[in-house]
C-alpha cells in the first residue's frame, strides 16, 4: 500500500484463536484418578457441615452437573475456566493444576469432531 512516501505492507487482521473445544471425556482425562476423587468427595454435601462448606459442595456439584449437560468442553468459556479455577482455589486441585489443565495444548484425539 502507498502511503504517499512508501510502500508499506498492508495491515493484516488479527488472527483469531483456534477453537478451544475438547469432548468431555478428553476433559475428565486431562485430571488426574486422584484429584476426580477428590472432585467427587468435595461434591458430597453433609448437612452438619456450616454453610460455606455446603455452598463449595453445591458449587462442585453444579460444575458437574454443567459438564455433563454440555455437548463438549470449551476450555476458553469463561464458566469453565472459572469452575477448574474454584477446584484450584478451594484446594482440591494443587496449586498450578487449573492452569495445565485449561491451557494445555489440545491434542488430535482430544477435538471435537
Known amino acids: 500500500m502507498w502511503n504517499g512516501t512508501d510502500v508499506v505492507p498492508m495491515p ?6 483456534p477453537p478451544r473445544r475438547i469432548t468431555k471425556l478428553a476433559f475428565r482425562n486431562r485430571f488426574t484418578v486422584a484429584e476426580k476423587v477428590a472432585i467427587d468427595l468435595a ?3 453433609d448437612p452438619s457441615s456450616g454453610a460455606a462448606a455446603r455452598q ?3 458449587a462442585v456439584r453444579v460444575s ?3 459438564a455433563a ?3 463438549y468442553i470449551d ?5 469453565t475456566r472459572a469452575g477448574v479455577l ?3 482455589a478451594a484446594g482440591i486441585l494443587g496449586a498450578g493444576r487449573a492452569l495445565e489443565i485449561l491451557d494445555a495444548d489440545i491434542q488430535p484425539h482430544e477435538r471435537v469432531q
Open 12 to 17: 493484516t487482521a488479527p488472527q483469531e484463536a
Open 43 to 45: 461434591s458430597i454435601d
Open 56 to 58: 463449595q459442595a453445591a
Open 64 to 66: 458437574l452437573a454443567d
Open 69 to 71: 449437560a454440555a455437548a
Open 75 to 79: 476450555l476458553a468459556r469463561d464458566d
Open 86 to 88: 474454584m477446584l484450584e
